[in-house]
């Protein structure tokens, strides 16, 4: 028998060493099949296709699969016959081909056919067949003679999620989507024990499973279509490796990517053979992959650690018991044995129960999703409330990317025991959970919401701590005490309460200002910033012309120190951007993450520019304008607080070789909607109409779903009703980096068209994902509006298209796309729709749109300052250059 064994692993490798060889190329055809020992590398190299033997199998098996070709380590991400290996004891080997019907098949010497891509697809006399190429992402890719999409590695799971790969989570009307499933073992690339994907019973969740047994649970998902950037350090010297993570709905589908930048080193997820669910990254310094994270990461978090009405602290890491609760045994429980979990102090008995609000938790698992339709949470409470089972819900509104619109609520209710529950802090992947409390309901219910508010007043501190004890008490004794008794003690202490409260924010009033609260919760400070009634005082840098000071709109203004505080002293830390007119730091004002926009002292953004921007964005209120929070202009500091965008801009997202995997089609053609709707609301919609005269891509912010705002309105100017265009004295340097219309860079004059003109090249930038450039050429032409309408001209259009999109654009979208950009860019100011038009354009189509003439073209040449002065002083036309860096 083991003569056998040595004579089979012989013949094996045998096989492997004198098959010939086929060259190395990233694509395989039909008639040319695909032996061991020979592998098609793609484009760029990273990635290898062929046949392997894992090291321990006996007898030894051959599986067809996809590696990194770069890295030493013999690392596998994709196997295509993990449950139907191919012997190797044979000297018939096994091939892969390319058949007739476009289908990748995987037989053995004898011809039975071991694996097969069962694509459909017509046979094609076409001269130019279909292939199967291998991308540079991993991807295996086969492809019809007219290039279209038969089939991808990519939609088939092994264990592995690369970068750019979608994990599907909900597909069609199917519901739940793939799984990922583990290797047996180190060397067994068969379908191993443990699996990673959405509940089939709901996509709402995400489970890793030991076979039918859940081992880890996500939150239920509260609908967040979310873009995040994440970093981890992959040893104590090497510099932070950023992960781009989206979770996307198109209504079609929900699913999860991830891309990294281009020089990042090799990274992938994987569900391992031991249950977990890992980030890992290749160390080029020590040649092993490093684990950056793990899930699960504590024994804390594992499904039901904590048993029923149990929770999982994340900051303690520790199992406690939900409020009202206690553990059911208490002995088992200070050993650190929680699987038998809390039981209530008080019973239900439906009359006097009430629930009360358990911020920043991950809600229980057994839920049941009722009432689709509902709009608001009041009527997720009442959906429990009418049902004396119901023993806890939790409500939101599942917002949609889809273009269909609209929102879908989430109304879960619970009625058996709450089970895997964790208090994970307020973020996307959190709920608020209603829990029902026996005598939670009137008094008490009352008496819950005022203790709340007092605690919240940390100047009360010493006051609340006694009052507290005091509620506490009398909240107990409902239903074991007569009611009256309980009215009789905190009636006095109740109204002495509210009178001292009262007497406090009238002191507050009479001073002028609502003072900052630092609220302690969750062991960190919220910082609440009111009004300040002192705004008179700061009516220099907010006067808006005689007889219109800013103050009358009311407008918040914050504290310096108070937003020192919120920005840890502005450290480098906080800071998220910079540019010629300061830096820009995300901080947590009331609550509320912001983004503080702090101009430097040299900025060339002077107290004129601060104004504007100050009291422009204070009158405006839109869906795609930036929103204006605060400001501050204490001394020679001058600072504006914005609502924080996660994505932050969309220059950062769209020329980034790794984050523009996130902008598809879809998202791409929402964002030019989006900017087109926000310019006519400040060119026709709002009170005034006004010019942005900055429109580019490092102005345009993108949100948690990818929603475009117009942000950076400090060269912004008003318009009166009758007025059609203006001419400036200052001509910024940035004009002469594409963005500006030619009356404006070259004689100073602006009207809404030059917006129009800004609108055009952003257009052009986000279909093509070129960068508009003054110093150097595009394809052989000076500037990306002369490519563009060149190209166009040939018939050409869809060269245009960025490749990033390429799999998921509609032509259709992209040539009305194109055409309006090109109607926009045109020379004469005239010859350009206004903006009312392509937003009519954009949203309904058109087949009658005109012919648009060749863009302008002005020189760029490097010119000293003193020969532009001399023109400009020599010349009819009066304006000034001032060097200001773009920002």
């Known amino acids: 028998m083991a003569g056998w064994l040595a004579f089979t692993c012989c013949a094996g490798a045998l096989i492997l060493l004198f098959l010939p060889s086929l060259a190395s190329e990233d694509r395989l055809v039909s008639g040319k ?69 476009s289908n990748l098949v995987l037989s053995d010497g004898g011809g039975r056919v071991i694996w097969t891509t069962d694509a459909v697809a017509s046979t094609s006399s076409s001269s130019s067949p279909s292939m199967a190429v291998l991308e540079n992402t991993g991807n295996l890719v086969v492809r019809s003679p007219n290039g279209s999409m038969l089939w991808q590695s990519f939609d088939h799971y092994t ?77 104590n010297n090497g510099a932070a490796v950023v992960v781009y993570m989206s979770v996307v ?67 303690v890491r520790t199992c406690k018991c939900l409020h009202g609760f206690e553990p059911e045994n208490t002995k088992e429980w200070d050993k650190g044995r929680f699987s038998a979990g809390c039981r209530r102090k008080d019973l239900l008995d439906c009359k006097d129960d009430g629930f009360l609000a358990l911020p920043g938790m991950k809600s229980p698992d057994g839920f049941t999703r009722v009432g689709r339709d509902m709009s608001t949470s009041e009527e997720c409470a009442a959906e429990c409330r009418r049902n004396c089972s119901c023993v806890a819900y939790a409500y939101a509104n599942l917002s949609s990317g889809r273009r269909s619109g609209g929102n879908v609520s989430r109304c879960l209710v619970w009625s058996a025991d709450l089970v895997d ?39 009360l501190h010493d006051f609340t701590g006694h009052f507290s004890i005091l509620i506490a008490v009398c909240m107990y004794s409902i239903g074991e005490k007569p009611r009256g008794i309980v009215v009789m003690i905190v009636s006095p202490i109740l109204g002495t309460g509210v009178v001292a409260l009262c007497i406090l924010l009238a002191w507050l009033k009479f001073k002028g200002t609502y003072h900052v609260f630092l609220m302690r919760k969750n062991n960190y400070n919220i910082v609440h910033a009111g ?106 500091e001058k600072l504006l607080i914005y609502e924080y965008l996660p994505n932050k801009s969309l220059d950062a997202t769209l020329f980034d070789d790794s984050r523009r995997l996130l902008l598809d089609w879809t998202t791409r053609f929402n964002i030019i ?118 190209t166009w001209k040939e018939g050409k259009t869809e060269e245009l298209v960025d490749s990033a999109i390429m799999n998921t654009h509609s032509l259709d979208e992209v040539f009305l796309c194109v055409h309006v950009a090109l109607l926009c860019v045109q020379e004469n100011p005239d010859d350009r729709p206004c903006i009312s038009s392509v937003v009519f354009v954009l949203e309904n189509g058109s087949s009658t749109l005109p012919t648009p003439n060749r863009p302008a073209y002005f020189t760029r040449q490097r010119i000293p300052m003193e020969q532009i002065i001399d023109d400009i002083q020599n010349s009819g036309n009066s304006f000034t250059l001032s060097e200001i860096h773009g920002r």
């Not at 053979?273 to 890992?280: K, P, V």
């Not at 899930?295 to 650690?305: H, N, T």
């Not at 504007?612 to 020679?636: S, T």
């Open 249 to 315: 709905d198109d209504g079609e589908e929900i699913y999860m990517t991830y891309t990294v930048a281009a020089d990042a080193p090799r990274i992938r997820y994987v569900v391992t053979h031991s249950g977990e669910y890992q980030l890992r990254s290749w160390s080029n310094k020590s040649s092993v992959w490093l684990v950056l994270s793990r899930w699960p990461s504590q024994e804390c978090k594992r499904y039901g650690y904590c048993g029923p009405y149990g929770y999982c602290d994340d900051l």
């Open 33 to 101: 099949p695909l032996y061991p020992g020979a592998t098609v590398i793609s484009d760029g190299g990273a990635f290898a296709l062929g046949f392997f033997a894992p090291s321990n199998s006996t007898p030894a098996k051959l599986y067809l699969g996809i590696w990194y070709n770069d890295i030493p380590e013999l690392t596998v991400v994709w196997v295509a016959n993990r449950r139907n290996p191919s012997p190797t004891n044979t000297f018939s080997p096994p091939t892969l081909s390319l058949s007739n019907s």
């Open 421 to 459: 529950t964790a208090k994970i802090g307020e973020g996307l992947d959190s709920d608020t959970l209603y829990l029902r409390l026996a005598g939670l309901n009137g008094t008490t219910k009352y008496l819950h919401f005022f203790l709340q508010i007092l605690s919240s007043l940390t100047y």
């Open 531 to 636: 009004k300040n009634r002192k705004w008179r005082k700061h009516k220099t840098f907010y006067e808006h012309g005689k007889g219109h000071p800013a103050h009358d709109h009311e407008f918040p203004f914050v504290r310096f120190e108070e937003i020192a505080l919120a920005t840890n002293n502005f450290s480098e830390t906080c800071m998220i951007g910079q540019g010629g007119f300061g830096k820009v730091y995300k901080g947590m004002l009331g609550g509320q993450e912001v983004a503080v926009k702090r101009l430097s002292s040299d900025s060339q953004q002077g107290t004129k520019e601060f104004r504007n921007e100050v009291i422009l964005i204070a009158k405006l209120q839109h869906r795609n304008l930036v929103r204006l929070l605060g400001c501050c202009g204490e001394g020679d």
């Open 159 to 235: 264990d592995t999620v690369l970068p750019g790969m979608k994990l599907r989570f909900k597909y069609g009307a199917q519901g739940g989507g793939q799984h990922l499933v583990s290797w047996k073992g180190p060397g067994d690339p068969s379908p191993g024990r443990f699996s990673y994907g959405a509940d089939p019973a709901t996509h709402l969740q995400i489970f890793v499973w030991d076979g039918d047994r859940p081992v880890v649970r996500s939150s239920p998902w509260t609908g967040y279509l979310v873009v995040s950037e994440r970093q981890y350090q992959q040893d």
């Open 673 to 790: 909607k989006g900017v087109a709707r926000g310019l006519l609301y400040l060119h026709q919609d709002s009170r005034l109409t006004i010019i942005h005269r900055d429109l580019k891509a490092g102005n345009v912010l993108l949100d948690g779903e990818m929603k475009p705002k117009i942000a950076d309105f400090g060269m912004a100017r008003i318009f009166c009703d009758n007025q059609q265009n203006a001419n400036t004295q200052r001509v910024l340097q940035w004009s002469r980096s594409g963005y500006m219309a030619p009356e404006y860079a070259m004689e100073g004059i602006f009207s809404t068209k030059s917006d129009v003109y800004s609108f055009g090249v952003l257009v052009l930038e986000v279909v093509t994902g070129i960068k508009r450039s003054s110093n150097s050429n595009i394809m052989g032409f000076p500037s990306l509006t002369v490519y563009s309408w060149n």
